[in-house]
């Protein structure tokens, strides 16, 4: 199981009871992803950029205590769930959310005060993070929370000495459901909700949006302050899974109709805005209502559901023998996964995905773990993310958006068991230890001798160390992240192919065909980005994950008017600019890897560009003799191209440019070799890294590859065109 929403929700916790480990990325800001930081900063504050890719947490210790078997991700902050049933939290604490008094944040995970009884430390078996709240669940059913109070949300009993609105930096004992054997727990943004082991649910905190679903009089007191059981009709309706999302609240119910038929189907409560209830009737959005859409799903397909997500404003539910994903709720940052950004009142499902197991849901970005023995097919094993990505929240090494799930490359060879999402974070556990250098046993020796004889031997240990075929550059560095492990890549997850609409500045493409695609996904209103870096007031969406993919940006959602163009196809940043050029020699580039043609190709181009070519020449039609002069005039240029590449990067190599071009091949060769012939794809443990330029990246065509820019400057000039073609 895991969490949610701008305030997760219920976590997941790992079945396994080997070591394991936890990765984190997303924004660092406030010490939410738990990875220290005193080591960056004297003050102790980690320095604010994103963490792009899944990065292992080493602030936990080796002990059997300290392995961390479930997480919550809150809005500022994360709960760590330890195998000894103990509690740490990180991140931001202005209202206790962490259970500790001496600070305001904590960028080191620390143990939650309060879970203990009798002086002895209670087992906890489940933990819940709301925008400021935290919730823990004991393995005898009884429910702590912490935080922030403010409307109830803490759901506890106050003597009459005491502030019931006041911050606990305590965790303390949820007294109304004392006689309640809870089994779960799921915490929205200033509301939590829970199931008991007789199906009773329970809904406390904050009521603005009817979101605790207790009628019409609890809505319009605004609150309720303590545990308050929801209502539903006895025998014919049985809870199977609650969860809790920024402001609202779906309920999987299996349903006993009048014709003796059972059915499982969504009940949705709360805000309405954004359809996130779905089909619900808006008018009586405090009160469980049947989610209409579901159902026609349900009797269409004869699906059964098992789970349900909410995030801030959209639901995910999964089906329970096939692992299909289905959504509905706001989509106006790509979280609902179904390739366009509208808001979906009926329920879509998400093509790509089959065997899921567990899923998340952020404040605006979704997560999917699918089961590595389950799945028979090309995505089992993988962590797949989508949705908004300002702050790396998906781990795919950008900032940009996704309309559909991708792979998190960087978690490729890890066994994940678990995921959790938050505001602008996502956390996940998996099997198997993080190493750093210094846990490699053949190294161990160096560095305590080292550590004793000081730099009197320095000289000595590294000699040696390169006569046992070590690597010697380990020795400065004991601390470091071994190389080739989960997450440590080394460069950006790679888009596995252009989504709909989305391999053009979408303001430039005049294609028919792919213009009529656009129209369909944009409608009378769109997603557009401010970059603050570019100071582009209006950046499509596919400009926006293109080429500023790596800026500070902001989201628009606005009403799309005429005059609006997308402000970065008129400077030179932009790489997608479409064109009839570019549309023809895309039609052979994308099917290679490196998205070149082989000069080869050149003539195939040229034939698809005949009408654009004539038209530049009067209009007249072309002889053979001007093809035949063309295709050698193209071939001659692109051979002169790659031949002065060649030239520059011996000179930029130095005297001995063609030894070190060769070595940079061979190495390069190896390296590739390796990589493919590994099962578990890890890199090289040795260290080394090996790079080689752009232009010469494959060994025997670098002479025979055509770049687009190459082929485009030359066009253009050859036909006598100043700029590029818009026609």
């Not at 003539?603 to 009067?618: N, S």
């Amino acid at each position: 199981m895991s969490t949610l929403d701008d305030g997760g929700n219920a976590i997941a916790v790992s079945a396994s009871n080997r070591t394991s480990s936890c990765y984190a990325w997303g924004w660092p800001d406030d010490g939410r992803l738990g990875f220290g930081g005193k080591e960056h900063d004297p003050k102790g504050k980690q320095p604010i950029h994103h963490e792009i890719n899944p990065h292992p947490n080493f602030m936990f210790t080796r002990e059997e205590k300290d392995v961390v078997k479930g997480v919550a991700a809150g809005g500022r902050h994360s709960l760590f769930l330890m195998a000894d049933g103990r509690v740490s939290a990180s991140g931001w604490n202005a209202h206790g959310q962490l259970g500790v008094r001496e600070t305001d944040s904590c960028y080191k995970p620390v143990d939650v005060d309060g879970l203990k009884k009798a002086g002895r430390p209670l087992f906890c078996k489940q933990v819940a993070a709301g925008h400021a709240t935290s919730f823990a669940l004991t393995g005898e059913g009884k429910i702590y929370s912490w935080g922030k109070n403010k409307w109830g949300g803490l759901g506890q009993d106050f003597e009459d000495d005491e502030d019931p609105e006041e911050d606990q930096f305590k965790a303390r004992i949820v007294k109304e459901l004392m006689n309640q054997p809870i089994v779960e727990i799921s915490a929205g943004y200033q509301h939590c909700t829970c199931t008991s082991f007789g199906g009773r649910t329970f809904a406390w905190g904050r009521n603005n949006f009817g979101q605790l679903g207790l009628g019409k009089e609890a809505f319009d007191a605004g609150y309720v302050g303590k545990p308050t059981e929801i209502k539903w009709r006895p025998g014919s309706e049985k809870v199977i899974r609650l969860s809790s999302g920024y402001n609202h609240c779906v309920c999987l119910i299996q349903i006993t109709r009048p014709n003796k038929v059972n059915e499982i189907t969504a009940f949705a409560w709360g805000c309405p805005d954004d359809s996130r209830l779905g089909s619900c009737d808006n008018r009586m959005h405090f009160t469980p209502q049947e989610v209409h859409g579901l159902t026609t799903i349900v009797r269409k397909n004869h699906w059964t559901f098992k789970d349900v997500k909410c995030g801030g404003a959209h639901t995910l539910v999964l089906e329970k023998y096939n692992g299909l994903v289905v959504a509905w709720g706001q989509g106006r940052y790509g979280q609902l996964g179904y390739g366009h950004i509208w808001d979906r009142a009926d329920p879509v499902m998400i093509t790509g995905l089959r065997s899921v197991c567990d899923l998340a849901c952020g404040a605006r970005h979704s997560v999917a773990l699918v089961d590595r023995v389950a799945s028979n097919d090309s995505t089992d094993g993988e962590v797949y993310t989508w949705g908004y990505n300002d702050h790396g929240e998906l781990g795919l090494g950008d900032c940009a958006v996704r309309l559909q799930p991708h792979k998190v490359n960087g978690l490729l060879n890890a066994d994940v068991k678990v995921v959790s999402a938050g505001h602008k974070h996502t956390l996940c556990v998996t099997d198997g230890i993080a190493k750093k250098v210094r846990d490699l046993p053949e190294y161990q020796e160096f560095f305590d001798l080292l550590h004793s004889e000081g730099m009197l031997v320095y000289d000595a240990l590294k000699k040696a160390m390169e006569d046992k075929g070590l690597n010697s550059e380990f020795l400065d560095t004991p601390d470091a992240i071994l190389p080739g492990q989960p997450g440590l890549v080394n460069h950006a997850c790679e888009y596995e192919g252009a989504e709909p609409g989305m391999q053009y500045c979408i303001d430039t493409i005049k294609e028919p065909d792919e213009n009529e695609v656009i129209m369909k996904l944009r409608g009378p209103y769109e997603t557009t980005y401010h970059c603050i870096r570019c100071r582009f007031t209006h950046v499509c969406m596919a400009c926006a994950r293109h080429c500023h993919g790596r800026h500070p940006v902001k989201v628009n959602f606005k009403l799309r008017h005429y005059a609006d163009t997308c402000q970065c196809c008129e400077h030179d940043i932009c790489n997608i600019r479409w064109s009839h050029v570019r549309h023809e020699f895309d039609k052979l580039a994308l099917q290679n890897d490196d998205k070149c043609i082989g000069i080869d190709q050149i003539q195939d181009v040229l034939d698809g560009l005949h009408e654009d070519i004539e038209e530049r020449r009067g209009g007249l039609p072309l002889t053979s003799k001007q093809k035949e002069d063309d295709l050698k005039a193209g071939v001659d240029a692109m051979h002169e191209r790659n031949n002065r590449r060649k030239e520059e990067l011996l000179e930029a190599l130095g005297e001995n440019g063609d030894e070190e071009l060769q070595k940079l091949r061979e190495n390069r060769k190896k390296k590739r070799m390796a990589q493919n012939e590994a099962d578990d794809g890890q890199g090289s443990l040795d260290g080394s890294i090996t790079t080689l330029p752009e232009e010469v990246e494959e060994e025997e065509e670098e002479d025979s590859r055509v770049f687009f820019k190459d082929f485009e400057k030359w066009y253009l000039e050859y036909f006598q065109v100043d700029e590029i073609d818009d026609a």
